[in-house]
């Protein structure tokens, strides 16, 4: 009965019912009352965005995977204390962190979020180096501004790490590699003691594979029951080299008893590959440890592991915070199928959930596989056709133990050789690699250096929504609008679902002051997704361009509600703040910004201004440093530095400031403006003029230059000069309040001067 | 600025109204923080519908002429343009027909500043509080009274429907002597 109720809980996940899933599990637990159940009504419930119930259940529990599921649910709840002493007990400090690279993972999001940078920074590092294809670890460390080198982190390591995953998962059985794997006492086999599985992924333990090669022919099959083919050649084919088109058929690797079993997953695993894969950004499956195996006499249920929890797909909504998504939405990467059915489901469910990234996993979803020896299994044969056994030999890694018996690794059902693992792995890390330099440049605001990188890419990667929206940034931060809203507007044709990068699209809207542009898109974005934070930033910004700036406020506050965890929002919030001029308000606004994203200069750069028009100078140069130490090469940035050293009466560092700003950005007139101002404090009039008549020539109509130029001459009692840069100015049409110092200063003009003829 | 009908000089006198508020971008309303009081109301008809963004509310006095309308702010703030809703044929003889705007720190030192009569307005009408020098722009004041002298066909009580008080916009850009206006300047004047 057991076995029949596990199967029909992952069926039914599979397809998507869960609240047929729940009621079964419910029942399941009930009659069996195991930890494994336990573990696999949790991630019913999270699939269900029931986090809070997955907590309750698994409050407790001891075995690696049910902390790891529970961590999941207190991270979705915001309890990261209790997630992170679940991940992390604190009276074990040697304890192994559950699920390797996606517990990793989780842990560096908890540790970023409760400010422990460096604790994050390494459990993310763990985490890449356990699973070089953990995308969202690299993202999140260039975010942090601790990432190194693409190359470094993508390179040939990481190709030997990933090759060593493949065979030893094709020595494994099949275990999922989801983080939020579901053990179904079904499907458990154990390897031993629950430790272990951690482990196991890891490149390193060949240990495993010897001790299963017993067991392992029979039931390690039944991981087959997922080699759905992902995707059944769909856009991802694309990407990868790998698959044999076979894999697209093979559902069940399983061995003959098995199979049965794994059939039903066929069909719909298909089905729901349907993937959004123009993303090119990559996520790896965490690597799940392959915990519990399935014992070969009694398992049967292999099949329906779900998992994919809903936490994922939740929370890279939210921001893409948990990791375990990726691993997720790694298997509907595995193009060519294996994914354990479990791990399918997670996966087809992230793309159905239109998971902003896509992983592009190719090993390692493929737990299933079986290396091949003496498995004789009928779904087998077919995917094998294709595949060529071959000697070990091709394998660089010289790994030739696990690559006793062939070659081959079955992939996805398809018994993939050595060579094609490598071929694989080396073109998955080359697009990371580029992918990975363009964000870790582009985090460092090195926007001219990420967009060369971005262009190495071929053109089927470039014109994607994710890539462009990126070139999109990069163009924005480079204070070049106008090409920002070329490739943002390609981004929105390229995946016109996705809110990613969409919010900064709207503030590029707003610079250029295109109003319908920008209420067609918050239009779209809010029927899009009405909960996304980034509909409501671009739905805000809509009204603050039309100075209506308390509903502005609204909306953003709107957005900081949907999503505390999005920077840019509080960012938006305090920028209304101060266009209401409620600087206490403002400050706080910036304050949480910072706390949730240190590096967001943008924020920094509100609290400079603030404390800039309180006249608190001292607080401002300070804030316009932090700044501008993160962005090095924003003129504005740079500019505004130098007006709060002029404050401070430090106007040589002030002019210095200000001549590094006129080199950074050629096209930038203020910082020019700025030092003629300061010029002008330091009597120095004629360096002032000659910027300023430079100025004239590029901005002819700004009407303030000729209003300082003005000022200038009169100073200088040059009557007619003067009043002829007036009326230039006033012709430019100053606002009211320059209108009246300007005509004030006209008047003055005739007093001292009797002999003047105006 | 804010568009007036044919209003001569001599007399301040506005007739007519429109029916439509349109100001300048550069100026904003500033009373939202202010203290507004009423020297008298009938209950039902109190300040709050002076403020209410609604134009069939409308507040009506309840004692003796010269009605005032208080407007007090936290510090002294710059105003240039305070606009009227009145509507003749509706109100009748409770419509205002002379007023007098005063401006001061506080009740014991206010000074008219302006003095306009109404001929059967209409709509919204706009007061400018600027004088004729370049230098008096702006009134820099704690506060201003609104003081209605009297009403057409001699009514005793007054409605006012709404009333907006405007004042220019603080630069954007602080520690600056003047604003930008082209685009190239403000598009690189700040980090949003």
């Known amino acids: 009965m057991e076995a029949i109720l596990v199967d029909c809980v992952h069926n039914s996940l599979r397809n998507f019912m869960i609240k047929n899933s729940i009621f079964l599990c419910e029942r399941l637990c009930a009659e069996f009352p195991s930890e494994i159940n336990m573990q696999l009504l949790a991630s019913c419930y999270l699939q269900n965005n029931q986090a809070y119930s997955a907590y309750h259940i698994l409050k407790g529990t001891q075995m690696a995977q049910s902390r790891y599921l529970f961590a999941i649910s207190c991270f ?44 994050a920074v390494h459990h993310f590092k763990q985490a890449l180096s356990m699973d070089p294809l953990l995308w969202a670890a690299y993202e999140e460390l260039c975010i942090l501004g601790a990432a190194e080198e693409a190359n470094a982190v993508f390179g040939d390591a990481a190709a030997l790490c990933i090759q060593k995953q493949y065979f030893h998962h094709g020595l494994a059985s099949p275990n999922i590699h989801m983080c939020n794997e579901d053990h179904n006492s079904v499907s458990a086999r154990n390897f031993g003691s629950e430790g272990n599985s951690p482990r196991q992924l ?78 090119s950004t990559v996520n790896s499956t965490i690597q799940a440890p392959r915990r519990k195996f ?151 605001y090195r926007c001219q250096d990420a967009l060369d990188v971005y262009l190495k890419l071929p053109h089927k990667h470039y014109n994607t929504g994710w890539v462009l929206s990126q070139v999109g940034k990069a163009y924005f931060e480079l204070v070049d609008y106008l090409e920002a809203d070329r490739a943002f507007s390609l981004a929105r044709r390229a995946s016109p679902y996705s809110l990613e990068g969409m919010d900064i699209y709207s503030t590029n809207l707003y610079h ?25 930033c671009a739905m805000g910004n809509c009204y603050s361009l039309q100075k209506d700036h308390e509903t502005a406020l609204k909306n953003f506050q709107r957005a900081v509600q949907l999503s505390s965890r999005f920077a840019y929002a509080h960012t938006l919030c305090g920028h209304e703040f101060v266009a209401l001029e409620d600087f206490e308000n403002g400050i706080k606004s910036y304050q949480s910004a910072l706390r949730v994203d240190a590096r967001h200069y943008n ?3 509100g609290l400079g201004m603030i404390y800039l028009r309180q006249e608190k100078y001292e607080f401002s140069e300070h804030h316009f440093r932090m700044a501008f130490q993160i962005n ?127 | 600025m804010a568009t007036e009908t044919s209003e001569s000089e ?36 109190g300040v709050s519908s002076l403020r209410d963004d609604n134009l069939d509310s409308y507040w009506q006095s309840d004692g003796a002429q010269p009605h005032m309308i208080n407007i007090q702010f936290q510090k002294k703030v710059k105003l240039q343009l305070v606009v009227l809703y009145v509507d003749f044929k509706l109100d009748e003889s409770y419509t205002p027909s002379k007023i007098s705007i005063r401006a001061g720190d506080g009740f014991h030192n206010l000074k008219d500043i302006k003095t306009v009569e109404l001929v059967k307005p209409i709509g919204w009408v706009y007061i400018s509080l600027s004088g004729n020098d370049p230098r008096e722009t702006f009134v820099n004041t704690f506060m201003l009274q609104i003081a209605v002298l009297s009403n057409h066909l001699n009514g005793r009580d007054t409605h006012l429907r709404q009333i907006k008080v405007y004042g220019p916009r603080l630069n954007p850009i602080p520690q600056q002597p003047f604003q930008f206006t082209s685009r190239e300047f403000i598009t690189y004047s700040f980090v949003r």
């Not at chain 1, 009276?91 to 970023?112: D, K, M």
């Not at chain 1, 002819?700 to 009557?719: C, D, F, Q, T, W």
């Not at chain 2, 007399?11 to 008298?40: C, H, T």
Request: hydrophobic share 35%.
């Open chain 1, 512 to 536: 250029l002051k295109e109003d319908m542009k920008l209420s067609y898109l918050a239009q779209e974005l809010i029927s899009t997704d009405r909960l996304a934070p980034q509909s409501w």
């Open chain 2, 10 to 45: 001599e007399e301040g006198k506005i007739s007519g109204g429109n029916p439509q508020l349109i100001v300048d971008d550069d100026l904003r309303e500033m009373a939202k923080k202010a203290a507004w009081s009423v020297s008298s109301c009938k209950p039902g008809n």
């Open chain 1, 294 to 444: 399935v014992d070969e006499g009694k398992l049967r249920k292999i099949s329906g592991r779900l998992f994919s929890d809903s936490g994922p797909r939740r929370s890279t909504r939210l921001a893409g915070e948990a990791g375990a998504i990726t691993s997720m939405g790694a298997t509907t990467v595995v193009a060519n199928g294996i994914s354990n059915s479990s791990r399918y489901l997670g996966g087809s469910k992230l793309s159905s959930a239109a998971l902003r990234s896509v992983t592009i996993r190719k090993g390692q979803s493929w737990a299933n596989e079986n290396l091949d020896e003496g498995i004789h299994n009928e779904a087998f044969d077919d995917s094998r056709a294709n595949v060529t056994s071959t000697t070990s030999s091709s394998f660089p890694t010289g790994d030739t133990r696990s690559l006793e018996g062939g070659a081959n690794v079955p992939i996805g059902g398809v018994v993939m050789n050595g060579t094609r693992v490598v071929t694989g792995a080396s073109e998955i890390l080359v697009l990371l690699r580029t992918l990975g330099e363009g964000y870790r440049l582009s985090c460092m």
């Open chain 1, 76 to 119: 979705q709840m915001d309890l990261l204390n209790e997630a992170e002493s679940a991940l992390c007990p604190a009276n074990e400090p040697s304890a192994e962190i559950p699920n390797g690279a996606a517990g990793h993972y989780l842990l560096g999001l908890i540790f970023r979020y409760t400010d422990r940078r460096k604790n």
């Open chain 1, 202 to 279: 890891k490149q390193t333990q060949g240990n495993n594979l010897r001790d299963i090669p017993g067991n392992y022919h029979g039931a390690s099959m039944m991981g087959g029951a997922a080699t759905q083919p992902l995707n059944s050649g769909s856009s991802n084919m694309s990407f990868y080299s790998t698959p044999s088109p076979m894999a697209t058929q093979l559902s069940g690797v399983a061995p003959p008893p098995l199979c049965r079993n794994l059939q039903p997953n066929g069909p719909n695993l298909s089905a729901l590959s349907a993937d959004s894969s123009p993303r």
């Open chain 1, 632 to 758: 090095p090469h924003s003129s504005v940035i740079m500019s505004y530095l130098g007006t709060a050293l002029h404050s401070l009466r430090r106007s040589e560092e002030a002019i210095e400031m200000m001549e590094k700003a006129i080199l950074a950005d050629k096209k930038n007139p203020l910082p020019m403006y700025q030092k003629a101002n300061i010029l002008v404090s330091l009597e120095n009039f004629d360096e002032a003029l000659e910027l300023l008549e430079e100025l004239k020539e590029y901005a002819p109509r700004e009407s303030s230059v000729y209003a300082l130029m003005g000022k200038i001459y009169k100073r200088h009692n040059m009557h007619d000069k003067a009043m002829l840069h007036f009326g230039l100015a006033l012709d430019l049409k100053p606002s009211a309040t320059d209108v009246a110092t300007i005509k004030a200063a006209i008047e003055k003009l005739h007093v001292p001067d009797e002999f003047e003829d105006l």
């Open chain 1, 603 to 605: 924020s920094w750069y």
